[in-house]
């Protein structure tokens, strides 16, 4: 067992840092796969920039490439970008990201660029709110460029089983907004839907009208409607509609299709409009919603790796936890040891952290947290025990009233705070025998044993 367990232990000691070339190589990889993916090239460089400073420095797992490693933190980055989208306040549970906690008629305004899909998502979002959150909803289109447009929405409508307004020959864009709200007012309708009329490519009549459309209507969520096969347009698209108009959220269609998505990430990062929706297929009822894992994953198209390091990174905090159980339960667990976790503690952040990857610690995890050990004391600690000669870290029992005050006065601190640490040394090494049997019990089932 021990001749196995030093194996683990040196090769954990061993570890580096993600070196500067590490890092660069790996990101020459992942900037091909998010061009690849369609993210916009400023977006890729912001990218690029965050997991550089993020990743150099950084301990290296030792069981997986470095360039491996920086994937995982390219994927956290992904997701963090993507974020929003979280369940809406409003208690409208299955349409997540939807805002509609205002006074009714809620306006919803649909805009983006013609074929994005507009209309068809107008009609999946009208099918779930009435047959999911039981509201009475209004289709309105106000497409008048082409002729069978307003049809359209209409055939959606009833398939939706909703009703759609009447259609009026001759009427602006902007007339029709007013005749929507009008009737949605006079008939109690919850939310008025109102879809817009796009154009192959951004131009000022466009914008002015949209533009217009939401002055005059003052909707509750203006949703930019985007196909994921947009590629480097994506950003161009987002900005204009964002400047001219205003986004409230993203709403991403054809995730059906192989396009990775990476149009999400750049529409996301120009507008800060969250993503609240993805359009799944032609038909009304594929309507998602937004997970910023699933599309990161798939923009990054890395998941393996991804995986590979997430379990290596758990393999080894959870060999760092056993290995500190099996000191403790020879009784060898000393300050120096001490020392170790604490610098460990501060890596993950908390203390918690560390303690949570032991079986069963949940209620010596409230206790500890409970004892008060912010970052703050933990590098005081630090700093005492750097203090102490190796013959006071291994027995700190032989801490009598002058040492103390040596290391005290060495370490910049007070006798109390000497005290203090030994107390919560003593503390911790009870709780760490009380630890030892789950602790051997992981062991065992890690097949060290
Ligand atoms: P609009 O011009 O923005 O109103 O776009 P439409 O709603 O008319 O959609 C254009 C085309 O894209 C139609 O043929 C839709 O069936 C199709 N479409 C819309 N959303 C999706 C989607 O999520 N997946 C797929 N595969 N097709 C979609
Ligand atoms: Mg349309």
Same mark, same amino acid.
């Given at each position: 067992?021990s001749?196995?367990?030093?194996?683990?232990?040196?090769?954990?000691?061993?570890?580096?840092?993600?070196?500067?070339?590490?890092?660069?190589?790996?990101l020459?990889?992942?900037?091909?796969?998010?061009?690849?993916?369609d993210?916009?090239?400023?977006?890729?460089?912001?990218?690029?920039?965050?997991?550089?400073?993020?990743?150099?420095?950084?301990?290296?797992?030792?069981?997986?490439?470095?360039?491996?490693?920086?994937?995982?933190?390219v994927?956290?980055?992904?997701?963090?970008?993507?974020?929003?989208g979280a369940?809406?306040?409003?208690?409208?549970?299955?349409?997540?990201?939807?805002?509609?906690n205002?006074?009714p008629?809620v306006?919803?305004?649909?805009i983006?660029?013609?074929g994005?899909?507009?209309?068809?998502?107008s009609?999946?979002?009208?099918?779930?709110?009435?047959?999911?959150?039981?509201?009475?909803v209004?289709?309105?289109?106000?497409?008048?460029?082409?002729?069978?447009?307003q049809?359209?929405?209409?055939?959606?409508?009833?398939?939706?089983?909703?009703?759609?307004?009447?259609?009026?020959?001759?009427?602006?864009?902007?007339?029709?907004a007013?005749?929507?709200?009008?009737?949605?007012?006079?008939?109690?309708?919850?939310?008025?839907?109102?879809?817009?009329?796009?154009?192959?490519?951004?131009?000022e009549?466009?914008?002015?009208?949209?533009?217009?459309?939401?002055?005059?209507?003052?909707?509750?969520?203006s949703?930019?409607?985007v196909?994921?096969?947009?590629?480097?347009?994506?950003?161009?698209?987002?900005?204009?509609?964002?400047?001219?108009?205003?986004?409230?959220?993203?709403?991403?269609?054809?995730v059906?299709?192989?396009a990775?998505?990476?149009?999400?990430?750049?529409?996301r990062?120009?507008?800060?409009?969250?993503?609240?929706?993805?359009?799944?297929g032609?038909?009304l009822?594929?309507?998602?919603?937004?997970?910023?894992?699933r =599309?990161? @994953?798939?923009?990054? $198209?890395? /998941?393996d790796?991804? *995986?590979?390091? #997430?379990r &290596?990174?758990?393999?080894i905090?959870?060999?760092?936890?056993?290995?500190?159980?099996a000191?403790?339960?020879?009784?060898?667990f000393?300050?120096?040891?001490y020392?170790?976790?604490?610098?460990q503690?501060?890596?993950?952040?908390?203390?918690s952290? =560390?303690? @949570?990857?032991?079986? $069963?610690? /949940?209620?010596?995890? *409230?206790?500890? #947290?409970? &004892?008060?050990?912010?970052?703050?004391?933990l590098?005081?600690?630090?700093?005492?025990i750097?203090?102490?000669?190796?013959?006071e870290?291994?027995?700190?029992?032989?801490?009598?009233?002058?040492r103390?005050?040596?290391?005290?006065?060495?370490?910049?601190t007070?006798v109390?705070?000497?005290?203090?640490?030994?107390?919560q040394?003593?503390?911790?090494?009870?709780?760490?025998?009380?630890m030892?049997?789950?602790?051997?019990?992981?062991?065992?089932?890690?097949?060290l044993?």
């Amino acid at each position: 067992l021990s001749g196995k367990l030093n194996g683990v232990f040196d090769r954990l000691r061993r570890r580096g840092a993600l070196s500067e070339a590490d890092v660069s190589e790996a990101l020459r990889e992942v900037r091909i796969a998010l061009l690849e993916a369609d993210v916009a090239l400023p977006v890729v460089k912001d990218i690029v920039n965050k997991v550089r400073e993020r990743s150099v420095g950084q301990e290296v797992i030792r069981s997986v490439s470095p360039a491996q490693q920086v994937i995982k933190i390219v994927n956290d980055c992904l997701v963090e970008a993507l974020g929003g989208g979280a369940p809406g306040t409003d208690g409208v549970e299955h349409v997540p990201g939807l805002s509609l906690n205002a006074a009714p008629p809620v306006a919803i305004l649909m805009i983006g660029l013609q074929g994005s899909g507009k209309t068809t998502t107008s009609g999946k979002i009208a099918l779930r709110l009435r047959t999911r959150d039981r509201k009475k909803v209004l289709l309105a289109s106000l497409d008048v460029q082409r002729p069978a447009a307003q049809l359209q929405l209409e055939t959606l409508a009833k398939q939706a089983g909703v009703t759609s307004l009447p259609i009026v020959k001759g009427q602006s864009p902007l007339e029709i907004a007013a005749r929507a709200m009008q009737v949605a007012r006079g008939e109690l309708y919850d939310v008025v839907i109102l879809d817009t009329a796009g154009r192959l490519s951004i131009d000022e009549e466009l914008m002015a009208e949209v533009a217009a459309v939401k002055a005059a209507t003052k909707p509750h969520e203006s949703l930019l409607v985007v196909d994921a096969m947009t590629g480097q347009d994506a950003v161009n698209t987002a900005r204009s509609f964002n400047e001219r108009v205003g986004v409230t959220g993203i709403v991403m269609t054809r995730v059906d299709g192989d396009a990775r998505g990476g149009a999400a990430l750049s529409m996301r990062a120009v507008t800060g409009a969250p993503i609240k929706l993805l359009g799944a297929g032609e038909k009304l009822d594929a309507l998602e919603d937004f997970h910023p894992d699933r =599309i990161a @994953g798939r923009i990054l $198209g890395m /998941g393996d790796i991804v *995986s590979l390091v #997430e379990r &290596a990174a758990e393999t080894i905090d959870k060999a760092e936890a056993e290995k500190l159980a099996a000191k403790m339960q020879k009784g060898q667990f000393d300050l120096e040891d001490y020392a170790a976790q604490l610098k460990q503690i501060n890596k993950m952040g908390s203390l918690s952290g =560390i303690l @949570g990857m032991l079986p $069963g610690i /949940g209620k010596l995890k *409230s206790q500890l #947290e409970g &004892a008060n050990l912010d970052n703050s004391i933990l590098k005081r600690q630090a700093a005492i025990i750097g203090s102490m000669t190796p013959k006071e870290r291994r027995s700190p029992e032989i801490l009598k009233a002058s040492r103390k005050r040596r290391i005290a006065l060495g370490s910049g601190t007070t006798v109390q705070e000497v005290n203090r640490l030994l107390k919560q040394f003593d503390d911790m090494s009870v709780m760490m025998k009380r630890m030892n049997k789950l602790g051997q019990k992981g062991l065992m089932r890690g097949g060290l044993g």
